[in-house]
């Protein structure tokens, strides 16, 4: 029907596949006070955050457009995660006047930056360290292995100590957080439960140079099954290892999953138009 009514190619996204993928995810995370924020790097289209916003989710954006969206989508401030390695001035002064609920810095760099901007503002920044917890992944490809030694993305977890005594001394900046985001299609839980162990241990020594943390972002990275055969991730044994290290934090978890919504829901449909045979190949 959605074939004949407006042509192909066109994707078509399950609502009710995001329904079931929500209400799956948070009971499986209930024993502990936790808030799904949307990925909206995995799909940003309106209508997919109408459903999402609609069933109680926030949002993580990567981007001052993504911000945009979001926004537009009505997620207000405080359902709103700013992170992303490459965040402008321009982004930070637009995620502070949005009145986010938290800026997930990466490098010592932007959190001055941050502190200009915020005092230029005359508002205090909410801000989470992103954590690199230098810990193995395994997953289909290593560009989207986000959590080792050496990677782009995040402070390295053995001068995040000395990052949050900075941040005490700034006026602009509350440091509310920890994060870590350690990869996508991830093939075991193993680098949750190492990562986890390394914020453990970070949160402990923030609370004792007075920085307790409320928040616990580990990210995104549930798989999603793409072959037939592919296995649908633990949604229990992901929050039996989850669930009790943060309850051991006492702090608030957050988790920001996005291909597990947008690429589990949604379908091209596309019509032949043609087949021919070339080098010993048949193409359509």
Do not use: C, W
């Amino acid at each position: 029907t959605i074939a004949r009514r407006a042509g192909t190619p066109s994707f078509v996204y399950s609502a009710a596949v995001l329904r079931d993928r929500y209400r799956r995810l948070t009971a499986a995370l209930a024993g502990v006070k936790h808030r799904v924020h949307y990925s909206l790097k995995a799909n940003a289209n309106s209508a997919l955050l109408a459903v999402l916003r609609e069933l109680g989710s926030g949002a993580d954006v990567v981007s001052g457009g993504e911000l945009y969206r979001a926004l537009r989508a009505g997620f207000r401030g405080h359902d709103i995660i700013f992170g992303g390695v490459g965040k402008t001035g321009q982004e930070l002064r637009e995620a502070l006047k949005a009145g986010v609920k938290l800026i997930n810095v990466e490098s010592e760099a932007e959190l001055h930056l941050l502190e200009a901007v915020a005092r230029e503002l005359g508002v205090v920044a909410p801000v989470g360290f992103r954590i690199n917890p230098d810990v193995t992944v395994e997953n289909p490809h290593a560009y989207i292995a986000t959590g080792s030694r050496g990677h782009k993305f995040g402070i390295p977890h053995d001068e995040a100590l000395d990052l949050a005594r900075a941040a005490r001394s700034l006026e602009h900046v509350e440091l509310l957080g920890l994060d870590m985001h350690v990869g996508s299609q991830l093939a075991t839980l193993e680098p949750y439960r190492a990562g986890l162990e390394r914020l453990a241990d970070l949160a402990a020594l923030f609370a004792g140079a007075g920085s307790p943390v409320r928040y616990v972002d580990i990210g995104g990275g549930l798989p999603v099954a793409y072959d037939e055969g592919d296995p649908e991730p633990d949604l229990e044994a992901f929050a039996s290892l989850i669930v009790p290290a943060v309850q051991r934090m006492h702090a608030e978890l957050i988790v920001e999953p996005g291909r597990f919504f947008a690429a589990a829901s949604g379908v091209l449909l596309a019509r032949v138009l043609y087949r021919k045979r070339s080098g010993g190949k048949e193409y359509v």
